[in-house]
């Protein structure tokens, strides 16, 4: 992820990676209270670009607000500084990683200062770009009764550590984990849409990780005249459909091949999610914009 040439942007500063300091005694590292970003930039035919940017940062202030972690910074500097950074680092395909982390606090009150560091690095595919062999989870998504789920915080992500280290012992790609109620939620860094009669289905928000990407899925299925239904989605309806996939910012679109022993009929491309992999790489490649992206 870095060398010692590495740039990364902490608290106002541009510094070494190599030098960059914590504190061992920070509430975040305990307790995983932090909130974080997964944000991609694109070398696109003018100029490195990041995509969807300030939905990003706007998610990472939302996320901060609703579990009250304090974020004092602006927005459009932030963004600012991400280009800088990518500058520095001479990246110009890349994952961008905000972090909002606290100061030492060994109490489990929520902090009254918190730091912040943007760094970045290449990064392939998350989960490559062939179809995957999924199972549904034992471990299921966190009750938003329990956790604000919407936030993309640290802590969220112990569930999804578990997860995918049972699937991937187990012999497959991924996991796809159930919400409390048993329905179908999503992967554990991606969201998940299906494929039934000319149609996609995508879980309703309230258990999910609202996900830029699913967004930008549904913006596109607009322009393309593609019904999308979000609802309560079972493990059923996920297995008798004509197919699925992820998408994310890490992983992009990426098809599912199998769920746990059902293998889907459907080639991949001639799949709507094939059709919204195309429109998603010209999209964030600035080939297309949305009103011409066929
Ligand atoms: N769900 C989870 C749990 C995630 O970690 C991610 C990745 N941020 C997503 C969904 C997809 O979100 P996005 O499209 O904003 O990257």
Not at 13 to 33: I, N, P
Not at 93 to 120: G, K, N, W
Not at 242 to 257: K, N, P, W
């Amino acid at each position: 992820y870095y060398n010692s040439n590495t740039i990364i942007y902490l608290n106002g500063q541009l510094v070494k990676a190599s030098e960059a300091k914590t504190d061992l005694y920070g509430q975040s590292l305990h307790y995983g209270f932090a909130a974080f970003e997964g944000i991609r930039a694109y070398k696109t035919h003018n100029a490195t670009r990041i995509f969807k940017a300030r939905e990003h940062f706007e998610r990472l202030k939302r996320s901060c607000e609703l579990t009250g972690i304090p974020f004092t910074w602006n927005i459009d500097d932030l963004i600012r500084q991400s280009y800088r950074l990518l500058e520095l680092n001479n990246l110009k395909d890349a994952y961008i990683r905000p972090l909002v982390f606290s100061e030492p606090q060994m109490t489990l009150v929520a902090p009254e200062h918190t730091s912040i560091m943007l760094c970045a690095w290449e990064w392939a595919a998350y989960l490559g770009d062939r179809q995957l062999k999924v199972c549904i989870s034992p471990f299921e998504r966190p009750n938003p009764k329990s956790i604000k789920i919407e936030a993309k915080i640290s802590g969220n992500y112990v569930n999804s550590i578990l997860a995918t280290s049972d699937a991937k012992n187990k012999g497959f790609d991924e996991a796809i984990l159930l919400d409390a109620n048993g329905f179908v939620a999503e992967a554990p860094g991606a969201n998940i849409f299906i494929e039934k009669g000319g149609k996609l289905y995508t879980p309703a928000k309230g258990n999910i990780l609202p996900g830029i990407t699913r967004a930008t899925m549904i913006e596109l299925c607009k322009v393309l005249d593609i019904e999308v239904i979000e609802k309560e989605i079972t493990v059923d309806f996920l297995k008798e459909a004509d197919g699925s996939f992820f998408c994310g910012t890490a992983v992009e679109v990426v098809g599912i091949h199998t769920i746990d022993e059902t293998v889907y009929r459907q080639r991949w491309r001639d799949s709507i999610g094939a059709t919204l992999q195309r429109a998603y790489k010209n999209l964030v490649l600035e080939k297309v914009n949305y009103e011409v992206i066929i």
